[in-house]
């Protein structure tokens, strides 16, 4: 039985997108990156939509001999399983990577069942059911300092958690990590 986990990268005032779309404000520092790829090893399988898994499709194919970070993080996410919740997308060239056109929280929950580590749901659209029906076990923020306003909040309008803060730290670049889990 696995551990279903919600991490995003979000603004102060709670967005992970602005209002056009633009996230290049979420990008981590060196620091930052070297922890998220700590947090990530223990993940067996991303659990993504289309925009998301559009986004990280990169890490898929980039080369190593860059940045520690960088190296490390595409090595986690290249020996982990994708899988993309989309109805538009059938198919895509990357290793490790199955698609389901819909995801139900019933689906979820068998994936999360079926696998010996962590689950981790990615968007906050594609993980907005499992947070109103309190599936999700874990809940990872990076809070950046940037307020803009508007735009894909992290979390539904309409989802009600109890949360219990289990942990906390803070970057030289401003940005602070939340971890928190279900009450």
Known sequence: MGTLRYGMTCSLDGYVADAGGDFAWTAPSEESHLFVNALTRDVRTFVMGRRMFETMHVWDTMPSGGEVATDEFARIWQA???IVCSDSLTGADAP?????????TARLAEIVAATDGVVEVSGPTTAADALRAGLVDDVRLFVVPHVIGGGLPAFPPDARL???LTDERRFANGTVYLRYRRA
């Open 80 to 82: 982990a399983d994708k």
């Open 162 to 164: 109890q949360l219990k």
């Open 96 to 104: 490790r990577t199955t698609f389901e056109p819909r995801l139900t």
